[in-house]
């Protein structure tokens, strides 16, 4: 089979508006919204928006919403850990999403209840 050089581009253009960003907040680079985190069917957290993982760290404006979503059937849990803090998820398994809206400025440092210090990120939330 073969492929046309007009295929190919619409191929590629459709790759580079997946991948591309325009929000400036964090390192950018996995092609996803600030302030998404995929709980994969692994033990990892990880950033939709730069592909960091375990910590996946997400640089957020004040008044953004952060989502994490679930995929696989393994237990997660979102645990608030340390100061400030938001409202902890509880254990969700299967496929879901918990999103959290953080209005203060701050790191929020969060864990897995069922995986602890071997599933780990942090939102940083930036002034206006």
Not at 27 to 42: K, L, M, Q
Not at 82 to 88: D, N
């Amino acid at each position: 089979m073969r492929t046309t050089p007009a295929v190919m581009m619409t191929i590629a253009l459709a790759g580079l508006a997946a991948c591309s960003n325009s929000n400036s907040y964090g390192p950018g680079g996995g092609g996803g919204a600030v302030g998404s985190v995929d709980v994969g069917p692994g033990v990892q957290f990880v950033s939709r928006h730069n592909g960091s993982v375990n910590p996946a760290v997400d640089s957020v404006p004040a008044g953004t919403t952060v989502a994490w979503t679930w995929s696989g059937n393994r237990s997660h849990s979102v645990r608030s850990t340390g100061t400030p803090s938001f409202v902890s998820s509880g254990t969700l398994t299967g496929s879901g999403t918990y999103a959290v809206r953080f209005d203060v400025p701050g790191t929020y440092r969060y864990d897995c209840l069922v995986d602890g210090q071997a599933m780990t990120g942090r939102i940083v939330v930036i002034a206006p």
